[in-house]
């Protein structure tokens, strides 16, 4: 780790050059921050999880043509990915009310949704990553109008991905964050999905008791965030039964 260049570090992952150009080697560590990093600690085998959880995800979308910067896993925390120009956007998609838009509406959480909502948020720390509209997005210039276009597209193919699969096990998807990036390739440029898609980055309710799988836990202490991951990423087979992510890694490699 130490002898690779640090690119960045973000709240719960860090970025490294990658091997190649155009690469980034991106690994997933145990913080865990709610609140805009008020509240903060650190999770034994988050990092773990979240990183075999976001390769499951975006191999799959990658699989059914959905674009994104994933390339291979390389260790227990550690994944392959493609550099990208990052869209200044955090792109929500909800099915459910849930979190600030329950408050914000008055909507009682777990309302079912008349179809599935995108908003969008501006990536910016020091302001709490403010919801903006469209016409934030254009008039300052965080996006074009061909760009929001693909990114509408992309986040609803997303949502019906991980919907579908999560539904598949048990698991209802109230809502979820992405983020994309720009790639060019010769004369083209196109936006692909970046980041992570993790329990991190969404709301996970088991469909029969509700049960929250997700950072909610730790947003408000209901639990053990690594229990709730591991019953994620077992229930999708990322992780067979009886490993924990800490004990037993030669299982899940
Ligand atoms: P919200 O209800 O707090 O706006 O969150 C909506 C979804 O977006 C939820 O699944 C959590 C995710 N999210 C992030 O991944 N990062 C963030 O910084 C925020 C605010 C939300
Ligand atoms: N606000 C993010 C969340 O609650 C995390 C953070 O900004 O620290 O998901």
């Known amino acids: 780790m130490s002898r690779r260049k640090k ?3 973000g709240k719960a992952k860090t970025l490294f050059e990658g091997p190649e150009p155009g690469t980034i ?3 997933f560590k145990d913080d865990a921050t709610a609140f805009n990093a008020e509240k903060r600690d650190v999770i034994e085998g988050k ?3 979240n990183n075999m959880l976001s390769e499951y995800f975006m191999v799959g979308l990658n699989m059914i043509g959905v674009p994104t910067h994933f390339i291979k896993r390389l260790n227990m925390r550690e994944q392959l990915v493609r550099a990208v120009e990052i869209v200044p956007l955090e792109i929500i998609v909800r099915n459910y009310a849930a979190g600030s838009l329950a408050k914000r509406l008055g909507l009682e959480e777990g309302t079912q949704l008349p179809r599935p909502i ?3 948020c501006l990536k910016d720390d020091k302001l709490g990553d403010p919801l903006v509209s469209e016409e934030h997005i254009a008039a300052f210039g965080w996006a074009s109008a061909q760009d929001m276009d693909d990114i509408l597209s992309l986040a609803l193919r997303v949502n ?3 919907a579908g699969v999560l539904y598949g096990v048990g698991i209802r998807l109230v809502d979820f964050k992405i983020e994309v990036g720009r790639v060019f390739e010769g004369d083209f440029q196109r936006l692909i999905v970046a980041d992570e898609i993790s329990p991190d980055s969404c709301r996970l309710w088991d469909v029969e008791t509700g049960q929250k799988l997700d950072k ?3 947003r408000r202490d209901l639990g053990s965030l690594t ?3 591991t019953e994620v990423a077992r229930r999708l087979g990322v992780m067979p039964k009886g490993a924990t992510p800490m004990a037993r890694p030669t299982l899940i490699n």
């Open 118 to 120: 995108v908003e969008y």
């Open 160 to 162: 019906d991905f991980m």
């Open 227 to 229: 229990d709730a991951y």
């Open 7 to 9: 690119i960045y570090e």
């Open 25 to 27: 080697v991106q690994y």
């Open 216 to 218: 909610d836990v730790f």
């Open 47 to 49: 990092g773990v999880l």
